[in-house]
């Protein structure tokens, strides 16, 4: 399911992550990539702020919906 | 010889700090050729030889965003004697992602491991040593918010670069990736430089567009290596710029596991992470925000006891400016014997020291809102705000990375329109440099407070449309502008990364407060000296009855300003005979008599006003200062009021309710002070942007002004029905229609994160 469904608190793995090429390696470089743990630190609307490799992204909807978990 | 070392790091890593303290005070900010990222460079401080080279804040060196453009090109082509990589000691893992790219440069390179003090409260142990050993390079541990290990990190760089030692490249790819990208070397060897071969062949091999252009491969050389890649591909069932970012993360969390024990379990919640679960929560996130801004503005703006920004600036305006420096001139005027009346006395004194002090009264006020700003951006407040605004802002098509520069805004616009820079996407940042300067700043308050006073009672409802106004004028440009091809495009995707919140460094939110203040003080000695000498010298100069000269002193003179040219004068310029003065005769006046008609149809066709709104382009502070002089307000008994309550029955006289209105809102929305337009430009960095920025502000502000003069007063019937009304609603319509209309449709392409192509 896309993370955009997920609950604060929440701690789950990445599976896969879609979308272009560009976005895809963004995103990777940022530390969000398949095997990796990630959790939820808010929500508000689809938009979230995760908790990735010790550092904090937020991301809105249109961005989290393409990470697989 | 000279030794240039590039400073690189992730954003938030600390590198600014690193830099202040490496290179102090000695530092030249510029532009990168041809974009607006920032170039901050510096001379090492007690090395006059050493120039400090401040990188973009960057993830990685792929060509995606500006910054990593201008940071590869720099690394690439100017190949820096050596390369300090700054990384966050509490977030290694991401931050070694860039070092491992910066590795494979092949240019001598230390690592300063930033945040060491953090790192050792937290309970994590990091083993310098073994990192040391794993990357081939050098690790010195760093605080650089304390200010501790600086010089050993530029003691280092300067031996490696003299000694030119490069360290032991660690294989980061391993297996037949490994394989892949030798062969591929091998096809380039001869072709690419020998010192970036391995770098050349891992970029060939991710299909990095600007590498492949660079080498412009002959054709069967392209297909030798695309068999290779692949071949690749298939065998690891993944595209190949994934597979080397998982092989960098790969070898990533190997060096990590190995050199770096975590004192938290994985998962467990940080302090950051506890505050951000409340200012950031769906339904706490708002008011939060709205209570911190309401301390803001009562600390800088209000009129509180503790309001210590205006306070300062009451000071500023009323000691400094209005008896230290006006009576410091007259001491030396008087030395020199340069008597009041005469031209000179008259270019210094009401030229120069009240055009620009005018503006100068203003920066108290700003350094505390900038302070209190800076304080918020320091502890990390305000990339938070970002994401809190995004989801409003996001439903009008700009990000919340928008409404950083129109808060700042609301204090001055030349620092709102800087702080656009952050905005990555470079529609979205055109877009916000164009709208940002509609937000009432400081200096618009008080023709707020003239027109509120003079025409509406002192209503406070005139203050809040205005800042409706400002943020309405915002919301509907951007759905109109977000139409039109230039802009079209979802805004940007928001992505952005959340630094950990931390107690502010006093001498970083210091110096970031000075920075702004002083930009605007800059230009306060430059742009407003010049244009309050043009705008003095034609109200001083006028034809009184044939002669030339200072209208003052022609008005003196009973043989020149006879009873029969008064009353001439009187009914040229549309006044009450007993109201006649010398400005009625000014160059100025003339100018203004010549422009006016253009403002009739907004319902301030007058000259008065018309030059008010063009002094208002010094500094909109102006335009009340101006309306003082032009009603005639003797200021024999006392100064006038910032609101320019003493004249406000002679200005309520003058104008219609509407009139008045449409005034206001023509100044608030007009192109801003030449201070503002200064930044716009800079921003912008093309001529051809910044006469549209200002074209459009100038249209927008004249359309509303028009429709609120000609459809308001139809509704209040201070007219009846005609011309007026019915272009009134012709434009209202024409508005309404732009902002409903289905707007061009970009294609998928132009969805993206980047502001690469629209510049490359």
């Not at chain 1, 963004?26 to 010790?54: P, W």
Request: aromatic residues 8%.
């Amino acid at each position: 399911m896309p993370l955009t469904l997920l609950k604060a608190g929440e701690t789950v793995t990445i599976r896969k992550i879609g979308g272009s090429d560009e976005v895809r390696q963004h995103l990777s470089e940022l530390g969000f990539v398949a095997g990796e743990q990630v959790s939820v630190v808010s929500e508000s609307s689809g938009n979230l702020i995760i908790h990735v490799k010790d550092c904090r992204i937020a991301l809105d909807k249109s961005m989290a919906s393409r990470i697989q978990v | 010889m000279e030794i240039k070392i590039a400073l690189a790091g992730n954003p938030n890593s600390g590198k600014t700090t690193l830099f202040n303290n490496l290179t102090g005070s000695r530092q030249y900010v510029g532009n990168w050729p041809g974009v607006t990222v920032e170039k901050k460079e510096g001379k090492l401080k007690g090395h006059d030889d050493v120039i400090i080279q401040d990188l973009p804040g960057i993830y990685s060196l792929s060509p995606y965003t500006l910054e990593e453009v201008v940071s590869r090109t720099y690394l690439v082509n100017e190949k820096p004697d050596a390369i300090i990589n700054i990384v966050d000691g509490t977030n290694i893992e991401r931050n070694l992602y860039l070092t491992t790219q910066l590795l494979e440069l092949n240019i001598p390179m230390v690592i300063a491991l930033n945040m060491m003090d953090l790192v050792r409260k937290n309970g994590d142990k990091v083993d310098t040593a073994k990192l040391s050993s794993e990357l081939g390079c050098e690790v010195i541990e760093l605080s650089a918010l304390k200010n501790e290990g600086a010089d050993d990190v530029a003691n280092k760089a300067i031996q490696l670069a003299q000694n030119k030692t490069i360290g032991n490249r660690p294989s980061i790819l391993s297996g037949e990736v490994e394989n892949a990208v030798k062969q591929i070397e091998g096809e380039l060897s001869g072709i690419a430089d020998d010192k970036f071969l391995s770098w050349s062949a891992i970029k060939v091999f991710e299909r990095d567009s600007k590498e492949l252009e660079k080498l412009h491969l002959a054709s069967d050389k392209k297909k030798n290596i695309e068999d290779i890649i692949e071949a690749c591909e298939k065998s690891m069932d993944d595209d190949s710029e994934s597979i080397i970012t998982n092989q960098r993360y790969t070898y990533i969390t190997g060096v990590t596991d190995t050199a770096v024990k975590k004192g938290r379990a994985k998962g467990e919640l940080s302090i950051s992470d506890k505050i951000d679960k409340i200012v950031t929560n769906r339904i706490l996130g708002l008011p939060i925000f709205a209570l911190v801004m309401f301390l803001i503005y009562a600390i800088a703006m209000g009129g509180w006891s503790v309001s210590i920004g205006t306070a300062a600036t009451d000071f500023t305006n009323d000691v400094i400016f209005g008896e230290w420096v006006p009576g410091f001139f007259d001491t030396i005027l008087g030395a020199l014997h340069v008597e009041e009346g005469t031209v000179l006395y008259g270019l210094i004194q009401d030229g120069i020291v009240a055009g620009v002090g005018a503006v100068i009264g203003f920066v108290p006020q700003m350094l505390v809102l900038f302070l209190l700003l800076a304080i918020l951006e320091d502890i990390g407040y305000m990339a938070r705000v970002a994401f809190v605004m995004d989801r409003i802002f996001r439903q009008f098509g700009l990000s919340g990375k928008s409404f950083v520069p129109c808060l700042v805004a609301t204090g001055c616009g030349v620092p709102g329109v800087m702080a656009s820079r952050t905005i990555e996407n470079d529609r979205d940042r055109k877009l916000t440099v164009m709208t940002t300067t509609f937000m009432p700043c400081g200096a618009k308050l008080p023709i707020i407070g003239l027109i509120a006073g003079a025409i509406f009672g002192g209503s406070p409802w005139i203050a809040a449309s205005a800042y409706f106004i400002g943020i309405g004028s915002i919301i509907l440009s951007g759905i109109i502008l977000k139409k039109f091809k230039a802009f079209a495009g979802e805004p940007a995707p928001f992505v952005m990364e959340l630094p950990p919140y931390h107690v502010p460094s006093v001498v970083g939110v210091l110096r970031a407060t000075w920075e702004r203040g002083w930009s605007f003080i800059k230009r306060a000695g430059s742009v407003i000296v010049i244009s309050s000498i043009i705008i003095w010298f034609l109200s001083a100069f006028g034809t009184v009855n044939g002669h030339f000269g200072l209208v003052d002193n022609l008005f003196e003179d009973e043989t020149i300003v006879t009873d029969e040219y008064v009353q001439k004068l009187a009914d040229r310029m549309d006044v009450e005979i007993d109201d006649v003065n010398a400005m009625d005769a000014s160059l100025l006046a003339s100018v203004g008599n010549v422009i006016s008609p253009v403002f009739k149809p907004l319902g301030f066709g007058n000259w008065k006003p018309t030059v008010a709104t063009i002094t208002g382009l010094v500094a909109k502070e102006e335009v009340v200062g101006t309306f003082g002089v032009l009603y005639n307000y003797d200021d024999s008994d006392e100064e006038l009021g910032e609101e320019g309550e003493q004249i406000w029955d002679r200005v309520a006289a003058d104008y219609t309710t509407m009139g008045a209105f449409s005034f206001m809102v023509f100044n608030l929305l007009c192109a801003p002070c030449f201070a503002a337009i200064g930044a716009i430009k800079r921003e912008m960095n093309n001529a051809k942007w910044t006469w549209a920025a200002i074209g459009y502000m100038t249209g927008w502000a004249y359309v509303l002004a028009f429709i609120f003069y000609n459809v308001g007063g139809l509704l209040t019937g201070e007219h009846g029905f005609g011309l007026g009304p019915i272009l009134g609603i012709v434009l209202l319509a024409g508005l309404i229609y732009l902002l409903v209309r289905k707007g061009y449709q970009p294609d998928e392409s132009a969805k993206s994160l980047t502001s690469v192509d629209a510049n490359a």
